[in-house]
């Protein structure tokens, strides 16, 4: 994975393993790497990892078992809820790309339209 200078590796490693789950490749229920696998997966400092996985835990998208591991959510409603930001994302970085390119939100629709 090639890191953004500008984003911490936490964030940027953190959407990696979210947009997988939104994508599902990674599954509900889904056992996670161990911190020390994903420190060696994404070529990252162990702490940085553990990290990760507080964080992700924090947002409801995984639960560790102590003594058996990390694993990913099982609750629906939390991968929609994070698919939901994902798309108001995307949409909100598209709508500016094509204002940004003269195009009126109005007309978006019709190249939308057009494209398919």
């Excluded at 789950?21 to 990892?49: C, F, H, Q, W």
């Amino acid at each position: 994975m090639d890191f953004k200078s500008n984003v911490p590796i936490y964030l940027q490693v953190i959407a990696d393993l979210k947009a997988r789950m939104l994508k599902g490749e990674i599954r509900p229920g889904d056992k996670l790497p161990s911190s020390r696998e994903l420190a060696v997966t994404y070529e990252i400092n162990p702490n940085t990892a553990a990290r990760i996985y507080t964080e992700m835990e924090r947002q409801g998208l995984s639960y560790t078992r102590r003594g058996i591991g990390t694993f990913a959510t099982e609750d629906p409603s939390v991968l929609e809820y994070h698919r939901n930001l994902e798309l108001k994302r995307i949409i909100g970085e598209f709508i500016s790309e094509l204002e940004s390119l003269g195009c009126r939100i109005e007309d978006i629709p019709g190249l939308i339209e057009e494209y398919k």
